[in-house]
């Protein structure tokens, strides 16, 4: 069993920047792609970046390509979300999410075994 817990989130204006946290309990973690999606009220599950179990290669949206960057320090259990020049239209809650039956990552919701609680991320302008 791995537990995700998300931290990092808060709000900061446009053009600002929030690095969030993933921590894993759990020996195996290393082995697991992990992504992070985001969401709001109404609206699906949106993938935003996944990172496979060995640091690379990483993945990204459209949207945040070149804004946002996902790591991982597997010594820690802990996968990061740098975002940078944030945009009011990435306010969300954002989720971190670990593949257990596949070490590489997908951009599908249903693709992933645990979930964290998600930590909210607002973006004024």
């Known amino acids: 069993q791995v537990q995700l817990v998300e931290s990092g989130g808060g709000t900061v204006q446009a053009g600002g920047s929030l690095r969030l946290s993933c921590v894993a309990s759990?020996?195996?973690?290393?082995?697991?792609?992990v992504g992070w999606f985001r969401q709001n009220p109404g609206k699906e599950r949106e993938f935003v970046a996944g990172i496979l179990w060995n640091g690379g290669p990483t993945y990204y949206e459209d949207s945040v390509k070149g804004r946002f960057i996902i790591s991982r320090d597997n010594a820690k259990n802990t996968v990061y979300l740098q975002m940078g020049s944030l945009k009011p239209e990435d306010t969300a809650d954002y989720y971190c999410a670990a593949d257990a039956n596949d070490p590489r990552v997908g951009s599908r919701s249903d693709e992933y075994d645990y979930w964290g609680q998600g930590t909210q991320v607002t973006v004024s302008s």
């Open positions: 759990g020996r195996t973690f290393s082995r697991y792609g």
